[in-house]
């Protein structure tokens, strides 16, 4: 059954109320630029005066900003579907991104209306009226720009940060038109053109700094530092290396990637207790961060394991394999192993999948010069040896030396099996829960070192141990 999973995991749910209440900002910022925008152009059509006009440009800028800005957090504000799984949120920073836009062109249209003017001296004057509307409107920008800031810092929004600093740049705008103002009514006009120029510059630099954060975003350059985020992951208990961090996005809309390594033999479970251990700690260190993906890859040993690696060939073509052995010659390294095939195969059909067999695994390791296949039949069809005369007494004899040694101890469940040149035993016993590990260790050591003396023919003796208990 294959395996679903929510499109929403690990996202924000729709109707975010972030958006909302980013949305309520940008409509009010709306309704002040548009009051101060129709008040400069008036003013400054009247007046002649050139700065006021391009100031008033600017602010009509910013009223389509605003109104780019709350479509934007509209459509951010759309739950993940399936054309857009990890959610909409990039619909902000490409209103952000237009915010950035809007400004170049503003640039634009005041620097080509004041190159003309540097030839054509417009004939301006500075009226009382001039002066009270530039003076309201520094106030206004002052406000606006204290309000939206705090708001963008409170809400993690870049569409508000970017509202932010376009109102910061207004604040510097009007200041310069006051000054133009006052150079007019000392009778230098010429200086309102320059001052038009320096508004140019200024829109210039914050337009760079919108679109250069913008492209950062939707190109996934590194949102959080990596070397903090390592740091963080590598404090969890099982984690034995972090191998490589990845993070994007901006605002509190940021995923960040972790490969981290643990001990080869940790559980799923295990693995799953610390991948969720790694996410608290990161998402509580970066209250922005709203994902953490953490891929767990294997331990790179100097040394290739002959066994593990001959046995996942074995299994991508179905077969079992057993008693993997290295043989170290003169002309290289030479690995035996026993092969399980159905038992119902035709000699020829098992030769042609064993010979695959060993290619596989010379391919996958070079220094291997040759592999020496046994065939058997799987299933445990080599019952008859198993359970032959010889086995049986050598089971015995194994069996009777262990209850000798010590006779408390419970021997149960003797088994035998062939390998290579002899046999392998595997014998169970009980002893005490309240024995230490290192007991039981050497208790089993010395069990196995008498068999192996006594019964030359068992190579290898295995010792189970474990508590009556866990019998029950």
């Not at 940008?26 to 006021?52: E, H």
């Not at 054309?83 to 952000?96: A, I, K, M, V």
């Not at 009226?127 to 530039?134: C, D, K, L, Q, R």
Request: proline letters at 6%; glycine letters at 6%; hydrophobic letters at 45%.
């Amino acid at each position: 059954m294959p395996l679903t999973l929510p499109i929403a995991q690990g996202l924000p749910p729709a109707n975010d109320p972030r958006f909302g209440e980013v949305r309520r900002v940008l409509w009010q910022v709306l309704a002040l630029n548009l009051l101060i925008a129709l008040v400069k152009l008036i003013v400054g059509v009247l007046t002649g005066a050139l700065a006021m006009i391009a100031d008033g440009i600017h602010s009509i800028i910013d009223m389509s900003g605003n109104l780019l800005g709350i479509v934007g957090t509209t459509l951010a504000d759309r739950p993940p579907d399936a054309n857009h799984p990890y959610g909409h949120r990039r619909f902000e920073t490409l209103s952000t991104l237009g915010v950035g836009v809007l400004l170049v062109i503003a640039a634009w249209e005041i620097l080509r209306t004041a190159i003309e003017h540097l030839f054509i001296p417009p004939e301006a004057t500075a009226p009382p009226a001039s002066f009270a509307v530039m003076i309201l409107s520094l106030a206004v920008n002052l406000i606006t720009t204290a309000y939206t800031r705090h708001n963008a810092r409170k809400l993690h929004s870049d569409m508000l940060l970017a509202s932010a600093a376009d109102s910061r740049t207004d604040l510097l705008v009007s200041l310069s038109v006051l000054i133009g103002l006052v150079a007019t009514a000392l009778g230098y006009a010429r200086l309102d053109t320059v001052i038009a120029l320096i508004i140019v510059g200024v829109i210039g630099l914050t337009a760079y700094g919108i679109l250069r954060k913008t492209a950062l975003v939707l190109t996934d350059a590194v949102a959080v530092n990596p070397d903090e985020i390592g740091r963080i992951a590598a404090t969890v208990a099982g984690v034995d290396q972090v191998v490589r961090v990845r993070s994007r996005g901006a605002g509190d809309a940021i995923y960040a990637d972790i490969d981290v390594q643990v001990a080869p033999a940790t559980t799923a479970d295990h693995t799953a207790a610390i991948a969720g251990e790694i996410s608290t700690r990161v998402k509580a260190k970066w209250t922005g961060i709203t994902e953490v993906e953490v891929q767990f890859v294997p331990h790179l040993p100097a040394k290739p394991d002959s066994a593990l690696i001959a046995r996942a060939a074995a299994d991508a073509l179905g077969m079992t394999i057993h008693e993997v052995t290295e043989m170290f010659t003169s002309d290289g390294l030479v690995l035996e192993m026993h092969v399980e095939v159905e038992p119902t195969l035709m000699l020829s059909e098992a030769h042609r999948r064993v010979t695959e067999l060993e290619r596989r695994v010379q391919e996958a390791m070079p220094d291997v010069r040759d592999v020496i296949t046994h065939i058997e039949p799987g299933g445990g069809q080599p019952g008859a040896i198993l359970h032959g005369t010889r086995a049986i007494a050598y089971q015995e004899r194994a069996f009777n030396i262990a209850k000798h040694l010590y006779p408390d101890a419970h021997w149960h469940e003797p088994t035998i099996r062939p390998v290579l040149g002899g046999y392998a035993m595997t014998i169970h016993c009980w002893l005490p829960g309240t024995m230490s590990i290192q007991e039981a260790h050497t208790l089993a050591e010395h069990v196995e070192t008498q068999i192996r003396a006594n019964l030359p023919e068992v190579q290898r003796v295995t010792i189970h141990t474990e508590p009556p208990e866990a019998a029950e």
